[in-house]
């Protein structure tokens, strides 16, 4: 009959019972029989052991209708004939699910050799005499098949028959959608996996063109583009076969595939937590997590994806480093959009003094975030997306990590790093349009690019004519290479430094810059910036520092050592760096000698109406005496003489003249 042993025999039903009455069906439409009226002389086996006993002899093409022998194309029945045999299956877990039949039908993936079948001896004998075809009996299910006699060849319309029953099994399969994996269960594909709040889905796909290759993944459920944010064997997929994932004893999950029992995915738990009843679940954050059945720690987590993230960044996901068990949080893009395995571009944290993200191509860096600086990643100034995403960045002695959230539950929103992009795009589901919508995309220009300029030197995309610029007391190291706008050689000091006892050397004030290269830097979070000053003062080898937290005003300190490379100057936003540099050249020389010049001016100024009020006075005391004599004049009788009337009188003051000499001087006749 159509029923399936584990349903006939002990009253067990599951969603492989549609499968075996699929199987049965499609080989009695092939061989123009039914199952339990196989009319062959002295035949003691219903279709499907006499199907298996030709298969067994490689003689499947003798179960063919002849009324259909010459029209059929013989390998794509042979492989209905094949897939027959996976769907009649003595126990549920050997055979494909409805979506899997489907696709078997869909496709030319390689199939696996089936086992012997559940079918059962006839029990009903059939006389010699009797001719094929010709008789009528009822199944268990009393459902009959007429006489076949004459009927109608069958053509595409039995196909697309097939195909049409296939699919309506398979969503009827599929509606019996689990919510969790225990250890006595499998999860075979075509099955799925569904979150709480029904927001993702756990399930087998095939991307884009490569229908023969079976992968792991979880995609968005009730987004109509499938969208796959995860993948669990994407460096090994399952070809041309089916796949089984299952929980064994230990908490681990095994992906094997059918057939060959070969597991081409394992996880292996590294939590201090041991194992018992694990459960698995998806979070309707989109995490796949396994965990002790009952445990009332809801992050108490045997295995998280979340831990293996693939090439998308999803809210509440955390990029960095697990310091507590080494794991490295990072996204690495898809090969392609065929291939999930991992391609070159990935963006991940480097842990040092002052951590930063980089994103890179191999082994080569093409974009660096800038590190955190309480508000923002000092290479990505923009808040106007505040209102959506809110950001944390977590730094101790467990993690450090950032992780963003959305401020809405109806905002979809992910991050992805693309190959064919090489960038990190930000994506927002449109409900109105249907379809995703870009909201930012890291490297956002050309002044993203990793050291485009040098060391000492700025991009900035406002600069018409050289997107790079030095530094003032800064020249081009190659000033060829420069006016031919590669700037990779950067800029050198026009003076050196003048570190020494008594430093001479001054901090130059830049501000809206993405800091530099955190490569070689020391950070102090307990000292303020004038502090930040004098430490760095104090090392000739200190080249520049910032407030490593720009909060409340500003806090901490950062301090760079060697070249500064990978700056860019922003419109908007941005930090302030403070560069060492010589006095003379800092432009402190420069106002030193404004303020020489305006005291000099000054002083100059000062002597001149001095001397005008000297002359003042001069010209008015003498006018003073001049008015007094002449007073004394008029008041007297004495003459008055000129002096050149005293000269002439006593021969230009001749010594013959001269009658004598008193206090006041000589006296002439």
């Known amino acids: ?13 599951s969603i492989k019972s549609d499968v075996f009455s699929f199987g049965i069906l499609m080989m009695e439409i092939i061989c123009g029989t039914k199952n339990r009226a196989l009319c062959h002389a002295n035949q003691t086996l219903n279709l499907i052991g006499y199907a298996w006993r030709l298969w ?31 769907c009649v299956q003595q126990y549920p877990e050997d055979r494909p699910t409805m979506a899997s039949v489907l696709l078997m039908l869909a496709s030319e993936m390689d199939l696996v050799d089936p086992k012997e079948p559940g079918f059962f001896p006839k029990r009903v004998s059939i006389e010699a005499n009797s001719q094929p075809h010709q008789c009528e009996v009822s199944t268990n299910d009393d459902l009959t098949i007429t006489s076949l006699d004459g009927r109608t060849k069958i053509t595409k319309a039995a196909g697309w028959f097939l195909m049409m029953l296939a699919y309506m099994l398979s969503s009827s399969s599929l509606a019996i959608e689990l919510d969790s994996l225990h250890v006595s269960q499998s999860f075979s594909d075509g099955m799925t996996l569904v979150s709480q709040g029904g927001k993702f889905e756990l399930g087998f796909f095939s991307p884009g063109n490569s229908s ?32 089984t994932l299952t929980i064994n004893s230990t908490g681990n999950l095994l992906l094997t595939e059918n057939g060959t029992e070969t597991t081409v995915w394992s996880t292996s738990t590294i939590s201090q937590k ?14 796949l997590v396994l965990r002790n059945e009952g445990e009332s720690n809801p992050k108490a987590y045997l295995w998280q994806s979340f831990d293996y993230p693939t090439d998308t960044f999803l809210p509440t996901m955390k990029l960095g480093r697990d310091l507590r068990k080494g794991l490295d949080w990072r996204i690495t893009c898809w090969k392609s959009p065929n291939d999930p395995s991992p391609g070159d571009f990935s963006l991940g944290l480097v842990v040092r003094d002052y951590p930063v993200y980089y994103m890179m191509n191999g082994t080569q860096k093409v974009y660096r975030s800038g590190p955190w600086n309480g508000l923002y990643f000092s290479g990505f100034p923009d808040l106007s997306f505040t209102y959506v995403f809110e950001d944390s960045f977590v730094t101790n002695k467990d993690e450090i990590s950032y ?17 064919t992009s090489q960038s990190l795009t930000s994506y927002l589901w449109d409900d109105n349009l249907q379809n995703w919508k870009v909201s930012a995309s890291t490297p956002g220009d050309v002044c993203d690019k990793y050291d485009l300029c040098g060391a000492y030197a700025y991009c900035s995309v406002a600069e018409s004519q050289h997107l790079c610029q030095c530094f003032k007391g800064f020249s081009p190291k190659s000033p060829e290479e420069w006016n031919s706008n590669n700037s990779s050689q950067g800029c050198i000091r026009d003076d050196p430094l003048s570190c020494n006892v008594t430093s001479t050397d001054v901090f130059v004030k830049y501000t809206g810059l993405k800091v530099p290269d955190t490569q070689h830097t020391k950070l102090h979070e307990n000292i303020n910036l004038d ?6 003062l104090k090392n000739c080898s200190c080249m520049a520092y910032a407030n490593s937290d720009i909060r409340g005003g500003g806090s901490g300190c950062a301090m760079w050592f060697g070249d500064l490379i990978d700056i860019k100057l922003f419109q908007n936003g941005g930090q302030d760096l403070y560069i060492r540099m010589p006095a003379f050249e800092s432009g402190l020389q420069h106002r030193h000698k404004q303020k020489v010049i305006i005291a000099s001016t000054i002083v100059a100024f000062c002597a001149t109406l001095l001397l005008c009020v000297y ?5 008015r005391r003498n006018n003073i005496e001049k008015s007094n004599i002449e007073e004394y004049v008029n008041d007297t009788d004495l003459p008055l003489f000129d002096l050149l ?25």
């Open 56 to 86: 067994k002899e490689e003689k499947a093409l003798e179960l063919i209708d002849s009324s259909i022998k010459e029209s059929c194309v013989i390998s794509e029945v042979l492989r209905c004939i094949h897939l027959s045999l996976l």
């Open 1 to 13: 009959g159509y029923m399936a042993p584990e349903y006939a025999i002990d009253g067990l039903y």
């Open 212 to 243: 023969h290759k079976r992968y792991l993944g979880i995609w968005y459920k009730k987004i109509p583009i499938q969208t796959v944010v995860w993948v669990a064997n994407r460096v090994n997929p399952i070809n041309g076969s089916l796949g």
């Open 531 to 536: 502090e930040c000053r004098n430490l760095c």
């Open 645 to 669: 009337t005293i000269t002439t009188a006593t021969h230009k003051f001749s010594l013959n003249n001269k009658i004598g000499q008193g206090g006041f001087g000589p006296v002439y006749k």
């Open 615 to 619: 002359v003042i006075y001069r010209v």
């Open 403 to 419: 992780s963003y959230n959305t401020k809405v539950d109806s905002i979809i929103g992910r991050g992805v790093i693309s190959q």
């Open 274 to 287: 041991q194992a018992k009843n694990p459960v698995l679940k998806l979070l309707d954050s989109g995490n």
